[in-house]
């Protein structure tokens, strides 16, 4: 059997939302303590708190391309709260699966939006609830979600 379905080998082969938004509103770069590859993302929020773009670029393999494709996808059009209710397991869902080792790399552009967030957030001066406790430098790759089979 393949180990990568249709839906994660098209966001490898075509990437959405691939590049770096110029004078974001939110910077998040985070590096995975898993494999040490590294991930930015960028995003503009609009005067109603709605991430109205966001962007992505990595040192990332595919699978992580992959996930961060269809993360982006996920938050754009979302209010800074909604999209902070993102999980890796909703990505991985949406993605329709992702082998057990590749699930850290869902992992890295789950925490590179909140960081994107985290950064938009401390700019303006605003405290979103699905931020609390949130800290842009942990490494907190063992204790996420896996996705359900
Ligand atoms: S192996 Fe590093 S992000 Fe996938």
Redesign the pocket.
Known sequence: MAMYNDKVMDHFMHPRNVGEIENPDGLGKYG?P????M?QITIKVDDNDVISDAKFQ?F?????IASSSVATEMIIGKTVDEALELTNKQIINELGGLPDV?I??SV?ADHAIKSAIYDYAQKNGKTYKGLEGFDPDADEDDHHDVADE
């Open positions: 995975s898993v494999c040490g590859d991930m990595t990332g393999c595919g699978s992580a590749k850290h790399c890295l």
